[in-house]
Every structure is written in structure tokens, then in C-alpha cells.
């Protein structure tokens, strides 16, 4: 990095750009084989995530580590995208003042929705809860998907 | 008037008497950020993005685990490979901006451009993936709200009375009768199945006697529940239903829990959709201008926004298709 010349006007003369001339070429990062090689792993962890769904996965009775597993491999995956194809990576440290605030909001405003929406079905009157889906809604629906498949076996013999 | 206007702003106050200088201000130059005001602005306007998206993200968790009952993927016939190709869709999109401001950057405009045109078609694509996957829910009467939305909680009286009320539309009716008054030879195997399967419905609905079991096993002969689990293929867990054999019979549904899904489905994908259109409107107008290293600032922006649209589906693409 040049430091800038001493200079008493304005960074940019009218018609020029901005951020070219605020910016001192750094095209040095990144760099053809940087991206192709974030991209190469981004599709592998897509994949990975996908597989959670295909029957070779082990953890198919615990949905849970499935769950654990994508949000780690997502949580990768935007890292890469957002370290290396928006630049943060090479970026001073002005991005930690404004990523770090933002994500911390982030996660602040969907804890403090826990309270109200996600107990929500604790605290809901006994009248709410009869015309509220429940599990047993879809058991009741899987035994008689159960049922008419017997039938439909016994008039095929 | 202006030389004590800016004393007042150096760190040393504005009295300057006892200095050689004359009344003149040593000027300190104090650097501002070391980016430029445009790429600033994109930053503050991507963290409160990021706020909003995480507003809709969370709340959508917070939904959905605190449902008592939230339907599976194949449910609510979604497809996770459709899911997939799209997240690949986005991702070679965020690669091809990268490569055009590359391009710009070592001034070869008209490359940049090809990477521009790649970009804008990619992001149509992703669109156009999204909007089959709107008709499909569509047309399995998955709506975010009641008068097109034709889809159940549980099977209940009201499910019953709500399709009670279907069959007695005269259209349907008139349906019903061709269909009883066709012979089998001109109908498929599937067709005197489904044939058979309307007749025994409609006699359980208007059963005055009827069950909660009963009326299960019409929600399940109008629209059953896929068996989840593996399988992989998009066909694998779609189970066949009346619905499905004769098209123009659209009786009501049952998902358990899917119109809180389908509220969250289209707000979530809605937005995110939203977000794409502007930000393929950003690339269309950048296409006209010449993608030298002058525009090298705007592709940054303009990519960093797109970037920001890929990383949102990075997360939106587990969070309703494989959970």
C-alpha cells in the first residue's frame, strides 16, 4: 500500500470514480485460483448438507445432530462467502465494527422472541389447543393411510 | 472567517497565538474509514440487512420450534434436490460476480461483461426454479392465507364440512356424475381406483355418524401424507391422492401445521425473491455502462449485495428444506 501524496483537495476529481481512487489497487488478493477454490468447496459443503437427506446418512433417528450438522456446514459456507467473495477478509478492521454489532443484534432479537412465540403453545388456553395441530393429528392420519393401504392390498389378492 | 473555523477544529483548540505560523493552521489530516463512501454505505445497508434478515430467520426458528406439530419437507411437497440445484444456482452466480470484477479490475470490460450476463442470467434461473416451486405449492392449494389456501390443520369437523361444501359445488357435481357415468374401459387403472375411493369418501362425509378415524381416512384419500424418511428422489416420498388423479376435483387438505409453515415458506422465500429481482435490476443497469476499472466500485457494491442474497439462502436453504 502507497501512502497517498499529500494532497489538499478532494480524494476524486469530478468524473472519476470513487472508489477507484480511494481505493489503492489491491488486486493482489483473491486472485482466480482463491475463488475457484472457495467455489469448489462451497458445492462440496452443499453436498454434504444434502446428504443429511440421502439414505446413507447414520444420524437418521436423532434429527438433532442432522440439525447440528447443517447449521455448521450453512454457517461455513457463509463464512467462506463472506470472508473471500466479499473481501472481508483483506478488509481493515472497520468490519469487525460493523459485522460483530449486527450479528449480536442479530442473535438478541431472536432470543428475546423465545419468551412469547416460541413457548407460545405452553401458555395457549385448553380452547386454542383442540383446533391447534398436534402430533397426534398426524398419527391419527398415518393409521389410516395404514388402514387404507391394508384394504387396497386385500382387494388386489 | 473560514481559517478560525477550521482552528476550531484541530485537536488544539482554536487559540493559536505563541505559533510561528501566522494565523495560518497547521491542517492535520485525520484519515477516514480506509474505504471508499460507496462501499461504506453498502456495508451500513447490508448490517441492517442482516438485522432483517435475521428478524425473519429467527422468528421463523422460533416458529417453528415451538410448534406443536410442524410438517416434514415432503409434506408441504417440497423438494430438496430443487432446493439444492438452486443453492448451486446462487453460488456459481456469487462466483461469476467475483469473476467480473476481477475483470473490470484488470481492465477487460467486455470479459466483465460476459460474467455480468452470466450473473443476470443465473440469478433469472434461480427465479424461475423458485416460481415452479410456487406453482407446485400452488397447485396443491399451498397458500399463504385462507381464500386460495386450501390446506387443514387437522381432521376435523371443519375439515369434513369444508369439503362437504366442495362436493356439493355444482361444477364438481357435474364432474362427479361424468366420471360415474364413464365406463371402465375408457378410464386408467388409476382413475377406477380414484373412482372408487371419491365414492367411499362421499359416503363418509356425509355420514351423520361419522368418526374422527372417518374423516382421517378421507383427508388421507384426498391428499396423503408422504411417508417421510429416505428415498432421496423427488418422487419417493409423494404419495398419490385424489387430488392428484382427477385435477379438477381440488378438495380441501390436510397438513398438520402447514398453513404456519406456508406463512413462514412464502415470507421467508418472498423476501428473499424480492432481494434477487433488485438485485438482477442493479446488474441490468451496470450492463450499460463500459465495466472498465472506473466501474471496478460499483461491480464491488453491486456483488457485495449479491453476495449478501447468496448468503441469506446459504441459510434458508437448510432451514426449509432439510430440517
Redesign the interface.
Same mark, same amino acid.
Given at each position: 500500500m502507497t501512502t497517498p501524496e499529500?494532497s489538499?483537495g478532494p480524494l476524486t476529481r469530478p468524473g472519476?470514480?470513487?472508489?477507484?481512487a480511494?481505493?489503492p489497487?489491491h488486486?493482489s488478493h483473491?486472485?482466480?485460483g482463491v475463488?475457484?477454490a %472457495? /467455489?469448489v468447496a462451497?458445492?462440496l459443503l452443499?453436498?454434504m *448438507?444434502?446428504l443429511?437427506?440421502? @439414505?446413507y446418512?447414520p444420524w437418521?433417528d436423532e434429527p438433532q445432530v =442432522?440439525?447440528a450438522f447443517?447449521?455448521a456446514?450453512?454457517c461455513t459456507?457463509?463464512l467462506l462467502? %463472506?470472508l473471500f467473495?466479499?473481501?472481508v477478509l483483506w478488509?481493515?478492521n472497520?468490519k469487525y465494527v460493523?459485522?460483530i454489532?449486527?450479528?449480536m443484534?442479530?442473535?438478541f432479537?431472536?432470543i428475546m422472541?423465545?419468551p412469547d412465540? =416460541?413457548?407460545? *403453545?405452553r401458555m395457549v388456553s385448553q380452547e386454542r389447543l383442540l383446533?391447534?395441530?398436534?402430533?397426534s393429528?398426524?398419527a391419527?392420519?398415518?393409521?389410516?393411510?395404514t388402514?387404507?393401504e391394508a384394504t387396497?392390498g386385500e382387494a388386489g389378492h | 472567517m473560514s481559517s478560525s473555523a477550521f482552528a476550531a477544529d484541530t485537536p488544539f483548540g482554536h487559540d493559536d497565538h505563541g505559533h510561528d505560523d501566522h494565523g495560518h493552521v497547521a491542517?492535520q489530516?485525520q484519515p477516514g474509514? !480506509?474505504? *471508499?463512501?460507496?462501499?461504506l454505505i453498502m456495508?451500513?445497508f447490508?448490517?441492517?440487512e442482516?438485522?432483517f434478515f435475521?428478524?425473519l430467520? #429467527?422468528?421463523y426458528?422460533? +416458529?417453528r420450534?415451538?410448534?406443536?406439530?410442524w410438517p416434514k419437507p415432503h409434506h408441504v411437497h417440497l423438494s430438496?434436490p430443487i432446493g439444492?440445484f438452486n443453492?448451486?444456482v446462487l453460488?456459481?452466480s456469487? %462466483?461469476t %460476480?467475483?469473476?467480473a470484477l476481477?475483470a473490470a479490475?484488470?481492465n477487460r470490460a467486455g470479459l466483465a461483461k460476459l460474467w455480468m450476463v452470466v450473473t443476470l442470467l443465473l440469478g433469472m434461473l434461480f427465479l424461475g426454479v423458485k416460481g415452479y416451486e410456487y406453482a407446485a405449492k400452488f397447485d396443491h392449494g399451498i397458500y399463504p392465507a385462507k381464500p386460495l389456501g386450501r390446506i387443514y390443520?387437522? @381432521?376435523?369437523l371443519y375439515y369434513a364440512s369444508a369439503v362437504r361444501e366442495r362436493l356439493k359445488d355444482p361444477l364438481v357435481l357435474e364432474k362427479i356424475a361424468e366420471l360415474e357415468a364413464a365406463s371402465e374401459a375408457d378410464l386408467t387403472a388409476e382413475q377406477v381406483?380414484g373412482r372408487k375411493s371419491l365414492a367411499d369418501i362421499r359416503r363418509l362425509v356425509m355420514d351423520p355418524d361419522q368418526q374422527? /378415524?372417518d374423516i382421517?381416512?378421507v383427508?388421507?384419500?384426498v391428499m !396423503?401424507?408422504p411417508a417421510e424418511?429416505? #428415498?432421496?428422489g423427488h418422487d419417493a416420498g409423494h404419495?398419490h391422492g385424489l387430488n392428484d388423479t382427477f385435477d379438477w376435483l381440488r378438495l380441501p387438505a390436510?397438513i398438520? #401445521?402447514?398453513n404456519m409453515w406456508a406463512s413462514t415458506y412464502f415470507l421467508l422465500t418472498g423476501f428473499h425473491a424480492v432481494h434477487v429481482v433488485v438485485g438482477l435490476i442493479v446488474f441490468a443497469v451496470l450492463l450499460g455502462y463500459q465495466l472498465g476499472?472506473?466501474?471496478?466500485?460499483?461491480i464491488?457494491?453491486a =456483488?457485495?449485495y449479491w453476495?449478501?442474497v447468496?448468503?441469506v439462502w446459504?441459510?434458508l /436453504? !437448510?432451514l426449509l428444506y +432439510? /430440517?
Open positions: 499529500p489538499h472519476e470514480l470513487t472508489d477507484d480511494a481505493h489497487p488486486a483473491g486472485g482466480l475463488y475457484l %472457495v /467455489f462451497l458445492c452443499t453436498t *448438507s444434502f443429511t437427506y440421502s @439414505p446418512w437418521r =442432522g440439525w447443517m447449521m456446514v450453512s459456507k457463509a462467502v %463472506v467473495f466479499m473481501h478488509e481493515a472497520w460493523l459485522t454489532p449486527a450479528a443484534m442479530a442473535i432479537l431472536t422472541l423465545v412465540i =416460541g413457548f407460545r *403453545s383446533y391447534m395441530a398436534r402430533p393429528d398426524e391419527l392420519l398415518k393409521r389410516a393411510a388402514a387404507a387396497a | 491542517l489530516y474509514l !480506509p474505504l *471508499s463512501r460507496g462501499k456495508w451500513l447490508l448490517s441492517t442482516i438485522m435475521a428478524a430467520l #429467527g422468528s426458528v422460533v +416458529l420450534f415451538g410448534a406443536l406439530q430438496e439444492a443453492t448451486f453460488i456459481c456469487s %462466483v %460476480v467475483v469473476l476481477e479490475r484488470a390443520e387437522k @381432521p376435523d381406483a374422527a /378415524f382421517a381416512v383427508a388421507d384419500q !396423503p401424507l424418511g429416505p #428415498g432421496g404419495a390436510v398438520p #401445521g402447514g476499472p472506473a466501474a471496478a466500485g460499483m464491488e457494491n =456483488g457485495l453476495h449478501f447468496d448468503l446459504i441459510f /436453504f !437448510p +432439510l /430440517f
